[in-house]
């Protein structure tokens, strides 16, 4: 079983001269209010809000490293903030300290096509940069759901709906410009699609949750727009069927961009929000990506795989407009969950498991869950083997506390059990310390700690998260 969620630990308040000095540097980019607190205090997680001390806007690397710089001589922490999508507790100001809000980092620096590269500001958002290099015909596919900051979804290690065929951001980023702990720069790599150049710094900051280092610049692989793209969705009679239909599509061969699951509660949540008419079944959303012939060719194995399973109602979109309707349902389900239970907030699970266990994890899931006295729709990227449940439960209601966390625990253990991972995707922040010890043991967390007393000794960077030192 997982600790109970940690509240926001007692802490000494900023220290007068560092605010007037960061005041000195950054003038009225620097703020105490108190509803810029709160907003930089609380993101999608169960957590209750855990507020810096104050706000800082950072416009360049430069202002970056002066302000780690000054909070490393006043030993004050200090928490890299991109939009305040993160779901494990990430951005929370556990000890207090500075947040640094990142988002006026938003500059794409440099596009080269030819080489398929990009190099952006942390703060640049994913549908920001695709907006951006539209006219080339390339595009970054790394999509979480969430208009996350490219920074942020480096820190997480982020993933998305496109993963089964173009990975994750662990794949896609070549180099990146980091602030250290002591407050000088450096760059990861260069831009070079490989190297055997030392450590894999590059590595070691992706999935790091601002705990080694501050992000500002990333430099990540970009793609041809795909000449054809189609889309479609079909409806199962049960999640067996529709995760039997996925586990066939990808030992098969077939080069899917995107293959999601909704269970029948789901779609019933998003019916009731989008307003939509979708049969209340469990359902799977494809994309496929390239040639009109190889897409046709594509959707067509699938429809027939998906016939094998007893799929009904399959559905094809080639249009923009129709991709984008079958689409909407998916990346606004996660709201359209939380709309069933209002008041409610969402301990969502994010378990991975290898592709053959995947049926045997979300069966045993869902039999699991229906015995809760708590509404768990499911949802995911089930074409990598990352499945989501959404725990719907009141904050403020102890005995739904302890029952989701008794779930997500279970859903955890079982996926360890079936040697997967307790986070696929949205990355280990406050939440999932103690899971990060089962599934390394305490000598992979050991060495994990000696790291992070390595780059940062004195602990000033998004303390708490990830390992406890």
Same mark, same amino acid.
């Given at each position: 079983?997982?600790?109970?969620?940690?509240?926001?630990?007692?802490?000494?308040?900023?220290?007068?001269?560092?605010?007037?000095?960061?005041? #000195?540097? *950054?003038?009225?980019?620097?703020?105490?209010?108190?509803?810029?607190?709160?907003?930089?205090?609380?993101?999608?997680?169960?957590?209750?809000?855990?507020?810096?001390?104050?706000?800082?806007?950072?416009?360049?690397?430069?202002?970056?490293?002066?302000?780690?710089?000054?909070?490393?001589?006043?030993?004050?922490?200090?928490?890299?903030?991109?939009?305040?999508?993160?779901?494990?507790?990430?951005?929370? #100001? +556990?000890?207090?300290?500075?947040?640094?809000? *990142?988002?006026?980092?938003?500059?794409?620096?440099?596009?080269?096509?030819?080489?398929?590269?990009?190099?952006?500001?942390?703060?640049?958002?994913?549908?920001?940069?695709?907006?951006?290099?539209?006219?080339?015909?390339?595009?970054?596919?790394?999509?979480?759901?969430?208009?996350?900051?490219?920074?942020?979804?480096?820190?997480?290690?982020?993933?998305?709906?496109?993963?089964?065929?173009?990975?994750?951001?662990?794949?896609?980023?070549?180099?990146?410009?980091?602030?250290?702990?002591?407050?000088?720069? *450096?760059?990861?790599?260069?831009?070079?699609?490989?190297?055997?150049?030392?450590?894999?710094?590059?590595? *070691?900051?992706?999935?790091?949750?601002?705990?080694?280092?501050?992000?500002?610049? +990333?430099?990540?692989?970009?793609?041809?727009?795909?000449?054809?793209?189609?889309? +479609?969705?079909?409806?199962?009679?049960?999640?067996?069927? +529709?995760?039997?239909?996925?586990?066939?599509?990808?030992?098969?061969?077939?080069?899917?961009?995107?293959?999601?699951?909704?269970?029948?509660?789901?779609?019933?949540?998003?019916?009731?929000?989008?307003?939509?008419?979708?049969?209340?079944?469990?359902?799977?959303?494809?994309?496929?990506?390239?040639?009109?012939?190889?897409?046709?060719?594509?959707?067509?194995?699938?429809?027939?795989?998906?016939?094998?399973?007893?799929?009904?109602?399959?559905?094809?979109?080639?249009?923009?407009?129709?991709?984008?309707?079958?689409?909407?349902?998916?990346?606004?389900?996660?709201?359209?969950?939380?709309?069933?239970?209002?008041?409610?907030?969402?301990?969502?699970?994010?378990?991975?498991?290898?592709?053959?266990?995947?049926?045997?994890?979300?069966?045993?899931?869902?039999?699991?869950?229906?015995?809760?006295?708590?509404?768990?729709?499911?949802?995911?990227?089930?074409?990598?083997?990352?499945?989501?449940?959404?725990?719907?439960?009141?904050?403020?209601?102890?005995?739904?506390?302890?029952?989701?966390?008794?779930?997500?625990?279970?859903?955890?253990?079982?996926?360890?059990?079936?040697?997967?991972?307790?986070?696929?995707?949205?990355?280990?922040?406050?939440?999932?310390?103690?899971?990060?010890?089962?599934?390394?043991?305490?000598?992979?967390?050991?060495?994990?700690?000696?790291?992070?007393?390595?780059?940062?000794?004195?602990?000033?960077?998004?303390?708490?998260?990830?390992?406890?030192?």
């Amino acid at each position: 079983m997982n600790a109970p969620l940690p509240a926001s630990l007692p802490h000494p308040a900023l220290p007068p001269e560092l605010l007037a000095q960061l005041h #000195a540097r *950054l003038g009225k980019r620097v703020s105490v209010v108190q509803a810029v607190r709160e907003h930089h205090g609380r993101d999608e997680s169960p957590f209750a809000p855990m507020l810096p001390d104050a706000v800082v806007f950072a416009e360049t690397t430069e202002e970056v490293a002066a302000v780690v710089s000054l909070c490393a001589a006043h030993r004050v922490p200090l928490i890299p903030y991109g939009v305040g999508s993160s779901l494990e507790g990430h951005l929370l #100001a +556990a000890r207090g300290g500075v947040s640094l809000d *990142l988002g006026r980092m938003n500059q794409v620096i440099a596009v080269h096509p030819e080489d398929l590269t990009v190099t952006v500001q942390a703060g640049v958002t994913r549908k920001q940069l695709n907006e951006a290099i539209r006219h080339t015909g390339l595009f970054f596919p790394i999509d979480p759901g969430a208009d996350a900051t490219l920074g942020g979804m480096c820190a997480t290690r982020a993933s998305g709906t496109n993963a089964v065929r173009y990975g994750t951001m662990r794949e896609n980023v070549l180099a990146l410009t980091v602030v250290t702990a002591e407050g000088k720069v *450096l760059r990861t790599a260069r831009r070079a699609r490989k190297s055997s150049a030392g450590y894999d710094l590059t590595r *070691l900051f992706v999935g790091s949750e601002g705990t080694l280092g501050v992000i500002t610049e +990333a430099t990540l692989r970009i793609y041809p727009q795909p000449e054809a793209i189609s889309a +479609a969705v079909c409806s199962f009679p049960s999640v067996a069927a +529709a995760v039997a239909t996925t586990i066939r599509t990808i030992q098969m061969g077939v080069p899917i961009a995107r293959c999601e699951l909704l269970d029948a509660l789901t779609v019933r949540a998003v019916n009731a929000r989008e307003h939509l008419a979708l049969p209340e079944l469990p359902m799977l959303l494809f994309e496929f990506h390239g040639s009109e012939g190889s897409v046709r060719e594509q959707a067509q194995t699938v429809q027939a795989i998906a016939a094998e399973h007893g799929a009904q109602g399959f559905e094809w979109a080639a249009t923009p407009e129709e991709r984008s309707r079958l689409w909407a349902a998916r990346h606004n389900a996660y709201f359209a969950c939380l709309a069933l239970k209002p008041g409610c907030r969402s301990f969502t699970t994010d378990v991975c498991v290898p592709i053959s266990r995947l049926a045997e994890c979300i069966d045993e899931t869902i039999a699991d869950t229906a015995k809760s006295f708590l509404p768990a729709p499911i949802l995911g990227h089930v074409g990598d083997g990352n499945f989501h449940c959404a725990i719907l439960a009141d904050p403020e209601d102890p005995r739904e506390v302890e029952e989701a966390e008794r779930l997500n625990g279970r859903i955890v253990a079982r996926a360890l059990r079936m040697d997967g991972t307790c986070t696929g995707e949205h990355g280990v922040g406050l939440h999932k310390m103690d899971f990060l010890l089962e599934e390394h043991g305490p000598e992979a967390i050991d060495l994990m700690a000696r790291i992070k007393r390595a780059f940062d000794p004195n602990d000033i960077l998004n303390p708490g998260k990830i390992v406890r030192r």
